[in-house]
């Protein structure tokens, strides 16, 4: 073949030797015919044989046969060559628009595009069917697909549009009898009856060369592809009228003066191809052509097929097409302003988008489906396993937040927000995306389906929480540690034990040895704190109160009672108050122990929600009876040399007064009385009286007792025998503090806090009979004195303050501060 | 989680940051997250004339890793919910190990 693509072959050799498919070359051209022609003139059969040309036909060469070469070759010596070959080149210019334009008119008419079959199809039109050999098909500069980013070439497409129906250039036989259609002689005589014509014509070639669109609009008939249905008659005459879509008219005879080679076909306007280096000079021919139908996309036979309507071009709005200058001369003042004002809303799309442009093709669909592949595996581990988000898990790893949140009403960031769900919508909006314009693309699909494995894959790992936590890619350095919002890299990496038999038999055997130690006091104490925390979870995981005939929630019901029962007697037992009383022991009960820490005393509000009335008179009993031992009795005794005790003490018996006390006093007040009455004679017999009655706490639990027991006298609940059993208790009781009432103060009397005291001796003078109370005035009428002194020398308030304290007592045997003023 | 977790709870509440190089910053905690990241706002820097390239900054981000100390304000720590929360973390803690 020429350099040109230039058809050599003669056109006996033709039929016989198809050649092979030469891709944009095969399509003949005018410049081909129209060489082919002359020489078929003159040498037509003898050029071949090598004997005729041998001798001398160099010098035989007539030089008037050259006239034509200018019309052949574009111009001669004299002039450059020109670039009409380079379709590449030329296409490349304008494959980001037409990319552009591709995709929008794919996303415009999704359904067109989807319908679109992979290779042409016998039942579709015939004028639509050639529109696929039509110039804008030919113009594949076969980087289109950058530009789009959805698109892979489909081979098979390619070879039906360029293989199949070039390699052989029958002519149609049925239809060739049928004279409206050419055949190759007539196109071939009408080549001939071009050439001379073309001749005279310089003028012409002082015009912009045309992009590359002359050389194929003049498809000869017989270039249809193979088995392609014969036309219709009333078609073919549509043809010869000049309907057809104007960029694959055949010239007439009487146009052909306009049309010869190297000048633009009448389908595409001059302003066009006279602007060519602007982006997009083969978007749609014409305005109104444009507007009528759906946007050309260019290098797309396949879309083609589908828009008959677009390659009529005229009519649609009742515009006319405008194909070159002089036709917009003769338009309407209306019609011409409406076709320049669609004219430039056009170029300034085009220039619009061709700034967008800019950056097209920088990323192949490859490079940016992998990029989206990165971000939704970021997506996904960023979310972790929040898929399974119930209540329960948020507790287990934001408990602090939640709870807090609850508690105090703080602002919740982020309440439950669902981010496997965000996930998903992501990922559903892609699919929603990508498949909507572009489902007949194989590879497309493909990269969705392999996003779409990929998160679901990301997901279950991530659900599953992946057992090995770095990745260690071959032949690399380094290694790559996965990592999440719930679980952070790990920056040691410390072997644990692959199961806990080694560790806890020491540990047991160490608890064994012994149980006041204070390490195994703490350790108690966490099996205290997390049998309660989980009796507190069950307490939130209540079922609602089953109905009556609604068995399986009955069911449910009585299984989470059954289960808070094991956890209460699970709480019962680390408490250890059970534990046996050794007596004249060194060691404190177990119970006291864990009441000794800050964190027992805490506890014990927490315990008394979730025992019964029974063991909560345990407990009682339990710290009646060590009351000497308990850690704010023992070590709260006043020293002679000291004011008070000391910091951590004082602390100790705040703490004690502010959490243990409430509770116990909480049962107290509703505990029956022979339970008081056996309470009291408990202190009496088990503890030294004496010296309990100098500790708040001491003097605190006596006065629970003793107003409880008032409490149920006033209100008449005691019966005869069980009084007389606590009046007997209460003159022990009193008769033993009797010499000590004196030393129960806390210090001097500027020492502050007495009030409790002060409660304590209100409520033994309550209860005391006229004989004690005088006893009880006698022994603390100083105290009171000094103390009505010592008020009168302080501020207004706290006089008051210490006076009311005063008359507390004062009050309970019938007298008042005010009687002594 | 639990220091996270705990974290989240003081925001907008005024805290003292110690970074490891010493300097101290007082601002309104604005935002913490899993890397105990910090966002400030209303930032102060303590000893400012130590760090005079400091005093225009109004608010900052601190990554986490270079923190060596948060001040609290007291009354906003439940104490005895945090030790709840530490239990329970260390339960879970427990439990993955196993």
């Not at chain 1, 083969?282 to 050309?296: E, I």
Request: charge should be negative; aromatic fraction near 6%.
């Amino acid at each position: 073949m020429s350099f040109f693509g230039f058809d050599t072959t003669l056109p006996r050799d033709r039929d016989r030797d198809p050649g092979p498919s030469r891709g944009v070359f095969e399509n003949s051209d005018p410049f081909a015919d129209i060489a082919r022609a002359t020489a078929n003139a003159d040498e037509d059969d003898d050029a071949i044989d090598f004997e005729d040309t041998y001798d001398g036909l160099g010098d035989q060469l007539d030089n008037d046969q050259d006239a034509f070469n200018d019309d052949t070759f574009g111009g001669g010596e004299t002039k450059a060559v020109g670039r009409d070959f380079d379709f590449f080149g030329r296409t490349a210019q304008v494959s980001d628009a037409i990319g552009e334009e591709q995709v929008r008119y794919s996303l415009q008419h999704p359904q067109l595009a989807q319908a679109a079959p992979p290779a042409q199809a016998p039942g579709i039109p015939p004028q639509t069917a050639t529109a696929q050999a039509a110039p804008p098909s030919n113009k594949r500069s076969g980087y289109e697909k950058y530009s789009d980013p959805g698109f892979i070439p489909d081979l098979q497409a390619k070879s039906s549009v360029w293989g199949t129906s070039q390699r052989k250039p029958e002519p149609v036989p049925a239809q060739a009898s049928n004279r409206k259609m050419m055949s190759l002689e007539e196109v071939e005589a009408q080549m001939r009856r071009l050439a001379p014509q073309a001749g005279p014509m310089p003028a012409l070639h002082s015009l912009p060369q045309p992009v590359s669109e002359p050389p194929y609009a003049h498809p000869p008939p017989q270039q249809l592809p193979d088995g392609f249905p014969p036309m219709p008659p009333e078609l073919m005459a549509q043809l010869e009228k000049g309907v057809l879509p104007p960029h694959m008219q055949p010239p007439p005879p009487g146009v052909s003066e306009l049309c010869g080679p190297g000048h633009p076909p009448p389908g595409v306007p001059l302003h066009l191809l006279q602007n060519a280096n602007l982006p997009p000079p083969n978007m749609p021919p014409s305005g109104p052509q444009r507007q009528s139908g759906p946007p050309q996309g260019p290098p797309q036979g396949q879309r083609q097929q589908q828009m008959p309507p677009m390659a009529r071009g005229p009519g649609n709005n009742g515009m006319p097409v405008v194909t070159n200058p002089q036709q917009l001369m003769h338009m309407t003042e209306d019609q011409r302003n409406a076709y320049l004002v669609e004219d430039a809303k056009r170029a300034k799309r085009n220039h619009k988008i061709f700034l967008l442009s800019k950056g097209n093709g920088l990323m192949t669909p490859q490079d940016k489906n992998f990029i989206t592949r990165i971000q939704l595996q970021q997506l996904v581990a960023a979310a972790g396993n929040v898929t399974d988000s119930d209540l329960e898990s948020v507790l287990t790893e934001d408990f602090y937040y939640q709870v807090y949140s609850q508690i105090r009403g703080a602002p919740r960031q982020h309440p439950h927000q669902p981010l496997g769900h965000f996930a998903q919508t992501y990922l559903l909006q892609t699919g929603a995306r990508f498949g909507h314009g572009r489902r007949a693309l194989q590879s497309a699909d493909n990269h969705m389906q392999r996003m779409q494995q990929q998160v679901q894959r990301a997901v279950e790992a991530a659900k599953a929480k992946p057992k090995n936590k770095q990745l260690i890619i071959e032949g690399s350095l380094g290694k790559i540690s996965f990592s999440n919002a719930k679980a952070p890299k790990a920056i040691l990496n410390i072997k644990r034990p692959d199961s806990s038999e080694g560790a806890k038999p020491a540990r047991k055997i160490q608890s064994d040895l012994s149980l006041s130690d204070r390490k195994s006091i703490l350790t108690n104490l966490e099996a205290v704190y997390s049998a309660l925390m989980s009796m507190e979870d069950m307490e939130r995981t209540m079922p609602p109160p089953p109905e009556e005939n609604d068995p399986e929630a009955i069911q449910e019901h009585m299984e989470w009672r059954q289960k808070v029962h094991t956890l209460n007697q699970k709480l019962w037992r680390s408490l250890k108050v059970m534990e046996p009383i050794v007596p004249n022991s060194t060691t404190p009960h177990p119970f006291i122990a864990l009441l000794s820490c800050p964190k027992g005393k805490k506890a014990i509000p927490r315990i008394f929600r979730h025992i019964d009335q029974e063991q909560r008179v345990t407990i009682l009993t339990m710290i009646v009876v060590h009351l000497d031992s308990l850690d704010v009795v023992r070590l709260a005794q006043s020293t002679p040399g000291e004011a008070q005790p000391s910091l951590a003490v004082r602390e100790a018996i705040e703490l004690f007064s502010l959490a243990v006390m409430p509770s116990l006093l909480g049962y107290v007040n509703e505990a029956p009385f022979n339970i008081i009455i056996g309470l009291l004679g408990l202190v009496i017999a088990q503890t030294h009286v004496q010296s309990v009655a100098r500790t708040k706490v001491g003097l605190g639990i006596l006065t629970m007792l003793l107003s409880r027991a008032e409490i149920v006298k006033e209100a008449g609940q005691a019966a005869e025998r069980d009084w007389q059993q606590w009046v007997e208790k209460f003159n022990v009781l009193f008769d033993t503090l009797e010499p000590v009432l004196i030393e129960i103060f806390p210090g001097s009397i500027n020492s502050g806090d007495d009030m409790y005291v002060w409660q304590f001796l209100a409520a033994v003078g309550i209860g005391a009979s006229p004989e004690q109370q005088q006893r009880l005035v006698i022994a603390v009428k100083d105290r009171v004195m000094e103390t009505v002194a010592y008020s009168k020398t302080l501020p207004a308030d706290m006089s008051s303050q210490r006076l009311g304290n005063v008359n507390l007592f004062m009050r309970a045997i019938g007298l008042d501060v005010e009687l002594l003023g | 989680m639990l220091f996270f977790s705990f974290f989240k709870t003081l925001t907008n509440q005024t805290v003292t940051i110690e970074l490891k190089n010493d300097i101290r910053i007082r601002g309104i905690l604005k935002s913490v997250d899993q890397y105990l990241n910090i966002k400030l706002d209303e930032v102060e820097v303590l000893d400012l004339d130590k760090y005079p390239h400091l005093s225009s900054v109004k608010n900052m981000f601190i990554r986490g890793s270079v923190v060596r100390y948060v001040m609290l304000p007291r009354s906003e720590v439940d104490v005895g919910l945090l030790e709840d929360a530490t239990r329970r973390e260390a339960a879970n803690q427990a439990g993955k190990a196993r």
